[in-house]
T-cell receptor
Framework: KQEVTQIPAALSVPEGENLVLNCSFT??????LQWFRQDPGKGLTSLLLIQSSQREQTSGRLNASLDKSSGRSTLYIAASQPGDSATYLC??????????FGKGTKLTVNP | DADVTQTPRNRITKTGKRIMLECSQT?????MYWYRQDPGLGLRLIYYSFDVKDINKGEISDGYSVSRQAQAKFSLSLESAIPNQTALYFC??????????????FGPGTRLTVL
């Protein structure tokens, strides 16, 4: 059974700092990995999708990497801003097309 | 307008009542999903549908049923609500990919409280 773990569960940083969020998964037989952002009381916004054949994806200040063989992904946020404060969720998709989610990392960026 | 909409956005109901949550999408996707989110447990899949005639149970389907009325509509029903079904419910959609795997797009969620 696929299990997804996100460390740390919570992170607080000063504005402007570069940071890394971690995601690990137990079964490397995945189609893709998605990073989402969730704001309080709101839905999930897809940030980046990395296909299993890819090593990384970039969108603006965000860069996500994937090492499928070791079961790890990282989300790098450059020059963090208070507006980046949210919960970040990692999810992997296997052969059944179902997403398995981690429990998320709650990020607070302090002005 | 939002691509994936859910109604209602908030609902308070009593134990034993029947309740339906609705999801509509304008993305033209074939695949639709229902998840619930609980603090400390993350998101878990309840049911998913690959097309109108293909409906499948997810990880936690007990106590729930679904109906795929059309490609664009997927409803989740709680036949007799109980307090431990209090949660945030999300609908999601995705398109078919010949390469396997597909990006999922989520609705804004329905906060359900069962008293």
């Amino acid at each position: 059974k696929q299990e997804v773990t996100q460390i740390p569960a919570a992170l607080s940083v000063p504005e402007g700092e570069n940071l890394v969020l971690n995601c690990s998964f137990t079964d490397s037989a995945i189609y893709n990995l998605q990073w989402f952002r969730q704001d309080p009381g709101k839905g999930l916004t897809s940030l980046l999708l990395i296909q299993s054949s890819q090593r990384e994806q970039t969108s603006g200040r965000l860069n996500a990497s994937l090492d499928k063989s070791s079961g790890r992904s990282t989300l790098y946020i450059a020059a963090s801003q208070p507006g980046d404060s949210a919960t970040y969720l990692c999810a992997v998709q296997g052969g059944s097309e179902k997403l398995v989610f981690g429990k998320g990392t709650k990020l607070t960026v302090n002005p | 307008d939002a691509d994936v909409t859910q109604t209602p956005r908030n609902r308070i109901t009593k134990t034993g009542k029947r309740i339906m949550l609705e999801c509509s999408q304008t993305k033209g996707h074939d695949r639709m999903y229902w998840y619930r989110q609980d603090p400390g447990l993350g998101l878990r899949l309840i049911y998913y549908s690959f097309d109108v005639k293909d409906i499948n149970k997810g990880e936690i389907s007990d106590g729930y049923s679904v109906s795929r009325q059309a490609q664009a509509k997927f409803s989740l029903s709680l036949e007799s609500a109980i307090p431990n079904q209090t949660a945030l419910y999300f609908c999601a959609t995705s398109d078919f990919s010949a390469f396997g795997g597909n990006e999922q797009f989520f609705g804004p969620g329905t906060r359900l409280t069962v008293l």
